[in-house]
């Protein structure tokens, strides 16, 4: 009579704290078998003899994408090229200079199901030439300045060594350079590589500069030439 009274208090006990519950398992979902949204045309741009960098808009998916296959149109059939972890960017490299190319892009998600693939672009390398190409950014605030400068290998061969020149008004202070150490004389002043920035291989950059300060009114750096070869010069104020 008494187990018979626990029995009962014990159930009566716990099926008002909730402690019998039970649940029917719940079937396998289902497997994911729907493919990423078709990327975005892919657009060229740093173009130089031997490579170029592609960018086009991401791809979505019901679950997420997980990388992108850059595709290269090869003798009329398309060819896996390179891939892209999750980011919507890539370098195609070791290209011939003076060529046509066609790149499009495919995404991917983590059950192996892959997009449709992109609307390709196609671009042209630049031809090679005779050697080291520059372009100067300048930017000046109050009290100081930035030079931003990118060298261009356009030559079949690596680039070994390097100099710049440029009119640097006596006003404009240098405070730090670099990829390359500076001299001045007057309103001259002279970049040149260092060990680790000597060597450019064909169709690669470098980036240079300096920083600076200044006081009063700011009177930009001009004449910039490497190796002899004008630069041209942008000016942000």
């Known amino acids: ?30 497997p994911d078998t729907q493919p990423p949204a078709t990327p975005g045309t892919p657009a060229a741009s740093s173009i ?27 003798n009329g059939v398309w060819i ?3 891939t892209a972890a ?41 031809p090679y030439g005779t050697g080291l190409t520059c372009s100067i950014f300048i930017q000046s605030f109050p009290g100081g300045y930035t030079v931003s400068g ?8 690596t680039s070994n060594g390097w100099t710049l ?22 309103n001259q002043a002279t970049i040149v590589n260092v ?5 450019i291989s064909p169709g690669y950059s470098l980036a240079i500069g300096f920083t600076g300060s200044y006081t009063g009114t700011f009177t930009q750096p001009t004449n910039f030439a490497v190796n002899g070869v004008s630069c041209p010069i942008t000016v942000s104020h």
């Open 1 to 30: 009579m008494l187990r018979r009274m626990l029995q009962t208090t014990f159930l009566a006990t716990i099926a008002t704290v909730g402690v019998l519950s039970f649940s029917v398992p719940a079937a396998l979902a289902a």
């Open 48 to 74: 130089t003899t031997t490579l170029a960098s592609l960018a086009w808009g991401a791809s979505t998916d019901n679950v997420g994408v997980t990388g992108y296959t850059v595709q290269e149109l090869k």
């Open 80 to 82: 896996n090229y390179t």
């Open 86 to 126: 999750f980011i919507n960017v890539a370098t195609v490299s070791g290209l011939s200079a003076g060529t046509s190319y066609t790149f499009a892009v495919i995404a991917h998600d983590a059950a192996g199901n892959n997009s449709a693939r992109s609307q390709p672009v196609t671009f042209s390398t630049l």
């Open 150 to 157: 990118n060298l261009i290998n356009m030559a079949p061969t």
């Open 165 to 186: 020149t440029l009119t640097l008004p006596a006003s404009l202070g240098v405070n730090s350079v670099f990829n390359g150490s500076l001299t001045r004389a007057g």
């Open 195 to 199: 060990v680790y920035s000597g060597a």
